[in-house]
């Protein structure tokens, strides 16, 4: 069932182009303080981020917390305006739409977040929840909602649907609160699907599930994925390409499998050694990088890694910062010395 | 330390705890058995509502007032269901710590980190002077990775890997047998865990206390773990070293739960085992074998009879009827109603 049959599509192989993409946040200090300051410090949550969503993958960006990846997912959606850059839509800028068109495009981009109890509202049932988006986007439609919801909820295994269909949040389990997510968030047919840490709160017999859910969804209904996560073990299951993130900027992006093989980052090295394995005799013995993550507010200068990197040399990487470069077939690596691990 | 590694710190037998609610009682740890050894670092892995947490808190008696605790725990020879309050006290903190899984709520963000600490020994043991805790303090959070000079500082000031760091230093600074690590890592990024774990074998090594390390992580227990306890439902499934239950699980719980973790590793698990089904709750438990409704090797007698936990041999113990007789076993009588 196709809603919309004229949709103006381009025939570009990327759904998404995000270019240069910046986000600053300002920190909040009292008027006093940014007067005596004479300025204000930002948090450079996203600090000029390039990449493309091609039609069809799924994207994973991978990082630790304060790396930005929540926040360019939620630039790719426009739920927040970006510092500078640019994020393109089917070849459609999004910083030069209104809001009104950008309300309209909005159903062709659906977001899954974390928490599924979070995400929903308690005194909604499935079916209200569901239909909120048709209400939105097909009003004039309202004499099918019905039939879509219980379509959909056919679709994400909530079957029978009549047994959901009046349910309310608190009485069903977490794994089909998410999967009650999901359907609200494929009842538009969105082209893209940002899935921001989508079964980091489902228990571990659960998550398998739900991964395999939406692989299946993913090809019934021609969707792109921009799949956030910090679990790198996860992402090996749905991901075809990944980006990995430090400090607001992509740090490696390529094949996920060519990505793990052949890692050309030290701290893409170090994130994937950390990864406890399921088995006792593959216990890790590489050492971790020294400190934590630094402060989004005064990042290092020249490569933004060097403080704590293993390879760095002192003279270079704190001056100069790297570019993402392509060392190996669609591989990009921002680091001087990656040659050194080819 | 080594050579006390099989002497038994801890011994739980037939632990039952139960709670009052609303929907009536719910049976939240149902007759669990296992011992805990000097120096080992034991895991005890489950999903959420299977009891984990509430054996945890029931190893130290921290349950509310609606849980009803039954059975057997026996810390280094004492009965601790036994204690009255100010036995509990001083058992609390000097023998068994514990470390929790969020730093920022369990630190008082008005109060500095050397207070914190402070405080705990003089709670504990008032008879030392203020001198020379400080100077133990100093010793112990230099030892955890803290500068000294840090210790002034409020828990905000710190990152959250250090935060987790003066936990972990409050577990210590009682010098306990046992301490009990509740997701202790949980919250943290890869590699600041990682760090953790490397931390919290070194404090084994170096201070010969027993750690359990309660997670719903499975690969964070075969990093990190000696032995592990695999719990579902209320229930051990299994039990034994991680190099036996890893190799070789035999309950088919553990089987599933181990082909469904991702493994990141590219030639290995490619694809994940989808178990089918939720755990269930706990209000209204499956009967006999709590996982009967989920296990891919169901026989008849499973959902009638609960299994017992059964030693296999090699320090392994499984809670499944695949391993052990019964007369219903075989033949199974179907009773129909009269």
Redesign the interface.
């Known amino acids: 069932m196709n809603h919309e049959p004229t949709r103006p599509h381009s025939d570009g192989e990327n759904l998404v182009e995000v270019r240069n993409l910046k986000k600053w946040f300002p920190v909040q200090s009292g008027i006093l303080e940014r007067i005596m300051a004479g300025r204000t410090d930002y948090v450079r949550a996203v600090d000029g981020v390039s990449f493309d969503l091609r039609r069809g993958e799924v994207l994973g960006l991978a990082g630790?917390?304060g790396s930005g990846k929540t926040t360019i997912g939620r630039l790719v959606l426009r739920l927040e305006e970006p510092s500078d850059g640019k994020v393109t839509f089917d070849g459609i800028d999004l910083n030069k739409l209104s809001p009104e068109e950008m309300r309209k495009l909005r159903r062709r981009m659906q977001v899954i977040f974390q928490d599924p109890m979070a995400s929903l509202n308690p005194r909604m049932s499935i079916s209200e929840a569901i239909q909120h988006p048709l209400q939105i986007h097909f009003p004039e439609q309202a004499h099918n909602h019905r039939e879509m919801v219980y379509e959909i909820l056919d679709k994400v295994g909530l079957t029978p649907p009549q047994f959901f269909y009046d349910k309310y949040p608190h009485q069903i389990?977490?794994?089909?609160r998410q999967r009650v997510v999901i359907a609200r968030a494929l009842v538009t047919r969105p082209d893209l699907i940002l899935a921001d840490e989508p079964i980091a709160m489902a228990?571990?017999?659960?998550?398998?599930?739900l991964?395999?859910l939406m692989i299946q969804l993913k090809h019934e209904f021609n969707l792109t994925y921009l799949f956030i996560t910090?679990?790198?073990?996860?992402a090996?299951?749905i991901c075809d390409r990944i980006g990995v993130m430090y400090l607001g900027k992509i740090v490696e992006l390529g094949e996920l499998?060519e990505v793990?093989?052949h890692t050309l980052h030290p701290y893409t090295q170090?994130?994937?050694?950390?990864?406890?394995?399921?088995?006792?005799?593959?216990?890790?013995t590489q050492l971790?990088?020294r400190g934590?993550?630094p402060n989004a507010i005064n990042p290092p200068a020249g490569c933004r890694f060097h403080p704590r990197c293993p390879v760095a040399r002192l003279d270079h990487c704190s001056r100069e910062e790297p570019v993402l470069r392509e060392l190996r077939p669609n591989h990009f690596v921002a680091c001087h010395y990656a040659e050194d691990f080819l | 330390m080594r050579d006390k590694v099989k002497e038994r710190l801890v011994e739980i037998s037939d632990l039952e705890v139960e709670y009052q609610t609303r929907m009536g009682p719910v049976s939240a740890v149902n007759r669990v058995s296992f011992d805990i050894y000097h120096g080992e670092i034991i895991g005890l892995v489950g999903e959420s509502g299977c009891g984990k947490s509430t054996l945890g808190k029931a190893l130290m008696r921290m349950l509310p007032q609606s849980a009803r605790i039954h059975g057997k725990l026996i810390f280094d020879g004492e009965d601790v269901l036994a204690f009255n309050q100010d036995q509990l006290r001083d058992f609390r903190g000097r023998r068994i710590s514990m470390i929790f899984q969020d730093p920022m709520t369990s630190l008082n963000p008005v109060q500095r980190i050397e207070s914190h600490l402070l405080e705990a020994i003089e709670v504990h043991e008032p008879e030392t002077k203020e001198a020379a805790a400080v100077e133990r303090i100093r010793t112990l959070v230099e030892r955890l990775g803290i500068q000294k000079e840090r210790l002034p500082d409020y828990p905000h000031q710190l990152s959250g890997g250090m935060r987790q760091r003066v936990m972990i230093g409050l577990g210590l600074v009682l010098n306990p047998s046992l301490i009990v690590a509740d997701e202790a890592t949980t919250s943290l990024d890869v590699i600041v865990e990682a760090k953790l774990l490397d931390q919290l074998k070194e404090i084994r090594d170096e201070f010969g206390v027993s750690i359990l390390v309660i997670t719903h992580n499975i690969a964070l227990v075969a990093e990190l773990a000696d032995r592990v306890a695999v719990m579902y439902a209320g229930r051990i499934a299994e039990i034994g070293t991680v190099y036996k239950v890893f190799d070789q699980p035999l309950h088919p719980y553990t089987q599933g739960l181990l082909k469904s973790v991702p493994n990141i590793k590219l030639d290995e698990r490619d694809v994940l085992y989808k178990m089918p089904g939720e755990p269930p709750n706990l209000t209204n438990p499956p009967s006999g074998c709590r996982f009967h409704p989920r296990c891919p090797k169901v026989m008849p007698i499973c959902s009638r009879i609960e299994p017992d936990l059964l030693d296999v041999g090699g320090g392994q113990y499984v809670n499944c009827w695949l391993y052990q007789d019964h007369p219903e076993k075989e033949q199974p009588t179907i009773e129909v109603g009269r």
């Open positions: 630790e917390s389990s977490g794994g089909q228990d571990v017999s659960v998550r398998a599930l991964l395999d910090h679990d790198l073990a996860t090996k299951y499998r793990y093989a170090a994130l994937l050694a950390a990864v406890p394995v399921p088995d006792p005799h593959e216990r890790r971790m990088p934590e993550i």
